[in-house]
C-alpha cells in the first residue's frame, strides 16, 4: 500500500474489497488510472465512480489484467475515512487493557469524540495516522492510548476550558511516538533519560514535517519526565550503538509532498478560534500534559505488579506533583480521580472475596456492581444451603459489570445467598459527581 495526498494505492483487489468493507464507502470510489484488461481494453474508465458490481467482476477476472488501484481521495472519500478513523481511536477506549484509562473516561462529560474527530481533519494528518492503522494496528493502537490519556488530563480540570487546548493536548499526545512506527522499541522502557531526549526530539522534529503547530512540536519535545522514579526495572547499562532506537521517517515519504491544497476543513463553531491563552502559557499546559500522559502511559505498560498498579500510581502521582514535577493544576484533579479509582478498586476486590466463598463456585453474584447491596446465585442452585428461599431477586434488565470488571448478567429471576450478609462490612463508593459545563 502507498499513500500519498492526492490516492492511496493497492496492487490487489482484495486490498480494495477490504478497504470498502473496513471505511464502508459505498460507492465513493474513483480510481486515478484506468484499469486495462492484458489486452488493452479498459474494463474501469478513471475518475469514474466505481460500482461494486465492478469490484466484484474484477475479482472473478483476478490475473486477466495488471492489479493496480489508485483510489483518488476525493473530499467526500477522505471525510469518511476521517469518521471512521475517529471511530477507531474512540474503540480504543474499550480494547484497552489500562484500567485508569478506561475510568477516566467514564468520568468526564465533553464530547471527546467530537474533539477527536475535529482533531483530525488536517489531511496530511488523518493520512499519516491511516498508514499507521493499516499497516501496524499494534502501534496505532500505542499511540491511540497516549493521544486519549493527553486528551482526557485536559478535560478534567475546569480551569482550562478554553478553546483548542483539548485538540492540541490529543494531537500532541497521538503525535509525539509517531516516528517510531517501523521499530519495536516502543513497546520498552527508555533505559534511561537520555534516551528519552533524544528520541523525544527526533520524534518532535518530525512532527513538524507533518505541519503540527510549532508549539505543539516544542512541547513533544520537552515533555519527557526526567529523573522520576517509574517503577520500572531496566538495565542498568544502555542499549548498545547497534540497538539504539532511530525513528525512520522514509515510511511517511510519500505524503510528504504539497499536492496545492488545503489540508484543513472549517473547525465547529466549539472549537473555532485562537486560543484564549497566550502562546506560551498553551505550550507549557501542553507540555505538562504530554508529561503526564507519558509518565502514567509508562507505569502502565511496564509495571511488573499490574495487578496494583493503579493504586501504586496514586502514591506516585501525588508524591511527584507534591515535589514539583507535574503542574498541579493538571495533576491533582487526576489525584482526585485516582483516589476514588482505588476507593472503587478496594470495594470489587472485597466483592469477588465474598463471590469466592460460594459453595457452588462461580455461581455467587453481588448484584448490582459496584454498590452490591444483595448477592444472588447466577447458576441457580437450589438445593444449596445458602439459598435463602422465598427471597427470590428479580433482575428486570441485562446488568454490564462495573466498567473492567467481571461478566455480564442476563435479566431472569435469581435464588438469594445468604453471602448477602457478608456485604455489610464493605466500604461505601463515593457517588460520580456530576460536573457542570
Known amino acids: 500500500m502507498k499513500v500519498n495526498p492526492k490516492s492511496i494505492e493497492y496492487r490487489s483487489i482484495e486490498e480494495v474489497l477490504n478497504f470498502v468493507n473496513v471505511y464502508d464507502t459505498g460507492n465513493m470510489l474513483r480510481f486515478l488510472n484506468a484499469i486495462e484488461d492484458n489486452s488493452g481494453n479498459i474494463l474501469v474508465k478513471e475518475e469514474v465512480q466505481v460500482k461494486e458490481s465492478a469490484l466484484t467482476r474484477l475479482k472473478e477476472i483476478k490475473g486477466q489484467y495488471n492489479p493496480e488501484f489508485k483510489i483518488k481521495l476525493t473530499k467526500e472519500l477522505t471525510g469518511q475515512i476521517q469518521d471512521k478513523l475517529a471511530e477507531k481511536i474512540v474503540s480504543q477506549l474499550k480494547q484497552t487493557d489500562k484500567k485508569f484509562l478506561k475510568f477516566m473516561y467514564e468520568e468526564n462529560r465533553f464530547n471527546f469524540k ?6 483530525i481533519n488536517n489531511k496530511k494528518h488523518l493520512l499519516a495516522l491511516f498508514k499507521v492503522y493499516e499497516t501496524n494496528p499494534h502501534f496505532f493502537k500505542h499511540i491511540c492510548e497516549l493521544g486519549l490519556l493527553a486528551l482526557g488530563i485536559v478535560l478534567i480540570p475546569d480551569a482550562l476550558k478554553y478553546k483548542m487546548l483539548r485538540r492540541y493536548s490529543f494531537l500532541g499526545g497521538i503525535f509525539m511516538d509517531i516516528a517510531r512506527v517501523t521499530g519495536d522499541h516502543w513497546n520498552k522502557p527508555f533505559p534511561d533519560d537520555t534516551e528519552k531526549t533524544r528520541i523525544a526530539k527526533q520524534c518532535a522534529n518530525f512532527m513538524q514535517k507533518l505541519d503540527l503547530p510549532e508549539f505543539v512540536c516544542s512541547a513533544a519535545s520537552n515533555h519527557v519526565p526526567l529523573g522520576l522514579q517509574d517503577n520500572i526495572d531496566v ?7 547497534s540497538e539504539r532506537e532511530n525513528p525512520d521517517e522514509t515510511f511517511f515519504a510519500e505524503m510528504m509532498v504539497d499536492d496545492g491544497e488545503s489540508d484543513s476543513t472549517p473547525d465547529d463553531e466549539e472549537d473555532a478560534g485562537l486560543p484564549d491563552k497566550s502562546e506560551d502559557l498553551l505550550r507549557e499546559l501542553l507540555t505538562d500534559s504530554l508529561k503526564i500522559a ?4 509508562t507505569v ?8 496494583y498498579v493503579m493504586e501504586e500510581l496514586v502514591y506516585f502521582l501525588a508524591y511527584n506533583t507534591s515535589r514539583g514535577y507535574f503542574n498541579e493544576v493538571l495533576a491533582n484533579p487526576l489525584v482526585n480521580l485516582f483516589k476514588q479509582f482505588e ?3 478496594k470495594r470489587m476486590r472485597k466483592l469477588a472475596e465474598v463471590e469466592m466463598q460460594c459453595l457452588h463456585p462461580p455461581a455467587a453474584w453481588a448484584y448490582p456492581k459496584p454498590k452490591a447491596s444483595q448477592v444472588l446465585c447466577k447458576n441457580k442452585v437450589w438445593d444449596c444451603p445458602n439459598i435463602v428461599q422465598g427471597w427470590d431477586i428479580h433482575v428486570i434488565s441485562s446488568q454490564e459489570a462495573f466498567g473492567w470488571v467481571g461478566s455480564s448478567l442476563s435479566a431472569d429471576h435469581y435464588p438469594k445467598c445468604k453471602l448477602e450478609e457478608e456485604l455489610d462490612s464493605l466500604p461505601e463508593i463515593e457517588p460520580k459527581k456530576v460536573e457542570k459545563k
Do not use: L, M
Open 235 to 241: 538495565p542498568a547499562a544502555g542499549p548498545k550503538k
Open 300 to 307: 502502565s505498560s511496564f509495571s511488573h505488579d499490574k495487578e
Open 114 to 119: 467530537g474533539i477527536i474527530r475535529n482533531g
Open 343 to 345: 476507593e472503587n478498586v
Open 294 to 297: 507519558r509518565y502514567i502511559h
